[in-house]
């Protein structure tokens, strides 16, 4: 049982460029989020999804779009990488509400130069 | 006020001591509560849910004081491989809301 599986789990890109990071889940989970983690800020939610078709901003939005398209995936968008982006994300999932625990992937470390 | 508050540390303990973590939250509405551990460089790992009446887990007690707004958390006996950052998350209808955790090292 892969859980929550992140891709790629590393990456540098230039500033301007755009990538895409991908989550997958085969647990079923309805609700899938797209967090960015920097020292000392905590996690910090960026977008996160209550179903197929459907997302929703969270505390820090501005430039990442997502899609949802299918139930176990949810990808993250980066349209112009600027290095403010340069962080941890983690992408989660949960059951059925977000009063569900959350699984976790294990990150993807994105410098953006 | 923050919405989710912890001290961030770090606590620093020996071996075999008792450590006690609180978080406090400000919307009294929050419905879930939960604890998660999150090892350097690693994805936060569900440690335990908290419960209205308190719980436990091995080593590990979890409280939730609603009158106050605040989660605990216990740890008896602390081994080395307890040290990690410890997060409490608060949830009602949206998404969770993690605080930035506590940091612990159990010193041998």
């Known amino acids: 049982n892969a859980g929550v599986t992140q891709t790629p789990k590393f990456r540098v890109l230039k500033t301007g460029q755009s990538m895409t990071l991908l989550c997958a889940q085969d647990?079923?989970?309805?609700?899938m989020y797209w967090y960015r983690q920097d020292p000392g800020m905590g996690l910090r939610l960026i977008h996160y999804s209550v179903g197929e078709g459907t997302t929703a901003k969270g505390e820090v939005p501005d430039g990442y779009n997502v899609s949802r398209l299918k139930k176990q995936n949810f990808l993250l968008g980066l349209e112009s990488a600027a290095p403010s982006q340069t962080s941890v994300y983690f992408c989660?999932?949960?059951?059925?509400?977000?009063?569900?625990?959350?699984?976790f992937g294990d990150g993807t470390r994105l410098s953006i130069l | 006020r923050k919405e989710v508050e912890q001290d961030p540390g770090p606590f620093n303990v020996p071996e075999g001591a008792t450590v006690a973590f609180n978080c406090t939250y400000s919307?009294?509405?929050?419905?879930?509560f939960f604890w998660y551990r999150q090892d350097c460089r690693k994805e936060p790992k569900l440690l335990m849910s908290?419960?209205?009446s308190g719980n436990e887990d091995g080593r590990f007690t979890a409280q939730l004081n609603r009158a106050s707004q605040y989660i605990s958390l216990l740890i008896r006996d602390s081994k080395l491989s307890d040290s990690a950052t410890y997060l409490c998350?608060?949830?009602?209808?949206?998404?969770?809301?993690f605080g930035k955790g506590t940091r612990l090292s159990v010193i041998a």
């Open positions: 919307n009294s509405a929050s419905q879930s």
């Open positions: 908290v419960y209205s």
């Open positions: 647990m079923n989970h309805e609700y």
């Open positions: 989660a999932s949960s059951y059925k509400n977000s009063n569900q625990p959350q699984h």
């Open positions: 998350v608060v949830t009602q209808t949206v998404p969770l809301v």
